[in-house]
């Protein structure tokens, strides 16, 4: 081999190389992991029922899909959206927290950790209200009303449906 073509040979291994390891994908050892195609298919499979509003498909697709490439942002994003929809908050933030981690924040993804919070706080200012009340809280009590109203007024009814949660999500990203 000339000098240029192992020059061009190292360059293009290099290149190589570096895709597959930014690639979400990871392929599990012989025998239990999908091949590349299967991984293509189970992306299809979970966009389509993410697409048609088959929550419970698209949730346990996009669980499998996570578990296959826990680098792919999308994957969680969505999951996170379909985890708000069921009403696992908490479930929601932590796929969120993933998508953050590697790097995926968008306006839809901050939007609906904003929507999780807001709910917390109100059922949080809520048990504030329900507690018997104390001599000395008064002050408090009134406080945590304040903020309930002050809560209610700025977000009247937080978006039950996240943002994302379409085809064409506030990121602007598609299907």
Do not use: E, I, M
């Given at each position: 081999m000339t000098a240029p073509s192992a020059t061009r040979a190292t360059v293009l291994a290099a290149v190589l190389l570096a895709g597959c390891a930014t690639s979400p994908f990871h392929s599990q050892s012989a025998g239990g992991g999908l091949s590349l195609a299967d991984f293509a298919k189970l992306q299809d499979q979970a966009a389509a029922a993410y697409a048609e509003g088959n929550a419970p498909m698209a949730r346990r697709l996009y669980a499998e899909l996570v578990a296959h490439a826990p680098n792919d942002v999308r994957a969680w994003r969505r999951l996170g959206n379909l985890e708000l929809m069921a009403d696992h908050p908490q479930q929601a933030l932590n796929?969120?927290?993933?998508?953050?981690?590697?790097?995926?924040?968008?306006?839809?993804?901050?939007h609906n950790i904003a929507v999780i919070r807001v709910r917390q706080a109100e059922a949080a200012l809520a048990q504030v209200q329900a507690q018997?009340?104390?001599a000395g809280q008064g002050p408090l009590r009134a406080a945590s009303a304040r903020a309930a109203r002050l809560l209610r007024r700025a977000f009247p009814s937080p978006s039950p449906?996240?943002?994302?949660?379409?085809?064409?999500?506030a990121s602007g990203e598609q299907p």
């Open positions: 796929d969120y927290g993933h998508a953050l981690r590697l790097g995926g924040g968008n306006v839809g993804l901050w018997p009340v104390k449906r996240p943002a994302g949660a379409t085809p064409h999500d």
